[in-house]
């Protein structure tokens, strides 16, 4: 297992081909300020620049996934000088750039819930292609409550969970657990604590380590474009992608298959790895915003 150094607000390891980012303010609930988005924008370029990388476990230290967006920095916001355009909605939709990337990246994302998932945290979860969650883990759309909207995250959630879903959280500022999460389709496994959550993630690590690495990102890219795009074009793309799959890492596939034993790209992750992956150290546990 590899430590990425450099990172105050995160801490980030990789083992066998996956980027274990941990959010680490745990003085402000793991908000989302700028120097952690600015970090979480580093951990992005390294998985786009870098095809070995096969996956992004996204979790939070102390228990806590992420309260939203760092509702200190708002005062700041509403005191900067107008430099021609308006601070307020060009500092907001720099977020939106960051959630478009966000959505955008090439391999699957996990996002790991523990605690709450509140505003911008909650649009973490939407957006990430797995949601795993304790059952008491609290997701909310509290944005409403604060006198303000979840304007950069309402694309994602809404994709996931439907309009009238997205509208009825949002309209509310009801919080939800973990199983009415699940039943929403909100989150997609539960484990009972933070412990079983381990075993849970390590699970879903290894379902994705037994799919070769280049057809899931061929796959993800195919599925952004499902429902943008018309059929027939899409389709002729996507059997393209299939020959290209096949004639890479198709062979090893198939042939696996034929000799009834494991592909070469198969990796497996444990509850103890997982937990590793994820443990702050003792120097950075203490860390305040």
Same mark, same amino acid.
């Given at each position: 297992?590899?430590?990425?150094?450099?990172?105050? !607000?995160? &801490? &980030?390891?990789?083992?066998?081909? /996956? &980027?274990?980012?941990?959010?680490?303010?745990?003085?402000?609930?793991?908000?989302?300020?700028?120097?952690?988005?600015?970090?979480?924008?580093? /951990?992005? !370029?390294?998985?786009?620049?870098?095809?070995? &990388?096969?996956?992004? @476990?996204l979790r939070g230290a102390s228990g806590m996934f992420c309260a939203g967006g760092n509702i200190g920095g708002f005062r700041e916001i509403l005191q900067a000088e107008d430099a021609g355009q308006d601070p307020i909605a060009a500092r907001n939709r720099k977020f939106g750039a960051f959630m478009e990337r966000f959505v955008a990246l090439p391999v699957p994302v996990l996002a790991v819930v523990e605690g709450a998932a509140?505003?911008?945290?909650?649009?973490? @979860?939407?957006?990430?292609?797995? /949601? +795993?969650?304790?059952?008491?883990?609290?997701?909310?759309? !509290?944005?409403?409550? +604060?006198g303000v909207i979840a304007a950069q995250i309402a694309p994602a959630v809404a994709a996931r969970l439907g309009a009238a879903a997205t509208r009825r959280l949002g309209l509310s500022g009801e919080r939800i657990s973990g199983a009415p999460a699940l039943r929403i389709g909100l989150v997609d496994d539960l484990a009972p604590d933070g412990a079983a959550l381990d075993a849970l993630q390590a699970d879903w690590l290894s379902r994705i380590g037994r799919c070769a690495p280049n057809a899931n990102r061929a796959f993800k890219l195919l599925t952004r474009r499902c429902g943008q795009e018309p059929n027939a074009g899409l389709l002729d793309d996507a059997a393209r992608m299939f020959a290209r799959c096949l004639r890479d890492e198709g062979g090893e596939g198939t042939l696996a298959f034929r000799e009834k034993r494991a592909p070469a790209w198969r990796v497996q992750f444990d509850a103890a790895s997982v937990r590793a992956a994820h443990g702050v150290p003792p120097s950075s546990s203490a860390h305040l915003a």
């Open positions: 297992m590899e430590t990425m150094e450099g990172f105050e !607000s995160l &801490v &980030v390891r990789r083992a066998d081909g /996956v &980027v274990f980012a941990t959010l680490n303010r745990p003085a402000t609930r793991n908000a989302l300020g700028t120097e952690m988005l600015d970090e979480l924008n580093r /951990v992005f !370029s390294m998985i786009e620049d870098d095809a070995s &990388v096969r996956a992004l @476990a509140m505003g911008g945290g909650m649009g973490l @979860a939407c957006a990430a292609d797995i /949601v +795993l969650a304790t059952e008491d883990a609290r997701f909310s759309l !509290s944005e409403t409550t +604060l």
